[in-house]
C-alpha cells in the first residue's frame, strides 16, 4: 500500500511486488478509513502478493515464479521517487492487526521496530508497541 505525499495532497493506491518488480496501481485509488488486507505467499513453486480494499471491494492480485523468501516486513516505510525521500501525510495513526508470518503471530518472529526519520534525526513515524496476542500495533504519525 501507498500512502504518501504526492504535491502536498495525500494519495494511497495498491503496490505489488513480485521477485523485486514492482507494479504500482495509481488508476486505483483508496481512502484513508478504508479496511485494507494484504497478504502474500512464497514457496519454491509460486510467489503471490494481493491487497483487497474491503471497504471498496477492489482486490488487485499478482502471482510470479517461486523464491526463496528472505524475510518479511509488516508496517510502514521510506518510499523515495528519483532519489528523494517521499514526505509523510499527517495521518495521525495507523492500525495494523492480524499480522501474522507463516501463520504464527508477529510476536513469534522477534520482530524489531523501527523510527523513519529524516537524513537530520527528526522522528517522523514511531511505532507503538505489539498487542497482547502479539498480532496488532499502531503506528504514529510525529512530524514532516
Known amino acids: 500500500m501507498f500512502t504518501g505525499c504526492v504535491k502536498g495532497s495525500a494519495v494511497y493506491f495498491p ?10 496501481y495509481t488508476k ?3 481512502s484513508a478509513g478504508d479496511v485494507i488486507n494484504l497478504s502474500a505467499s512464497v514457496t519454491t513453486s509460486g510467489t503471490t502478493v494481493q491487497v483487497t480494499d474491503v471497504t471498496k471491494n477492489v482486490t488487485k492480485k499478482l502471482t ?13 516505510g521510506a518510499w523515495y521517487v528519483n532519489g528523494t525521500l517521499l514526505g509523510v501525510p499527517k495521518f495521525g495513526t495507523l492500525t ?14 522477534s520482530p524489531s521496530g523501527y523510527l523513519r526519520a ?10 507503538g ?10 503506528t504514529y504519525y510525529d512530524h514532516a
Open 64 to 76: 510470479g515464479a517461486g523464491a526463496s523468501a528472505t524475510g518479511a516486513g509488516v508496517g510502514d
Open 129 to 138: 508497541a505489539l498487542s497482547p496476542a502479539g498480532t496488532a500495533f499502531t
Open 15 to 24: 503496490v505489488l511486488v513480485v521477485n523485486g518488480t514492482e507494479t504500482n
Open 96 to 109: 495494523f492487526t492480524s499480522c501474522r508470518i507463516d501463520g504464527k503471530a508477529l510476536a513469534s518472529g
Open 118 to 127: 529524516t537524513s537530520a534525526g527528526i522522528v517522523q513515524i514511531a511505532p
Open 28 to 30: 486505483t485509488p483508496l
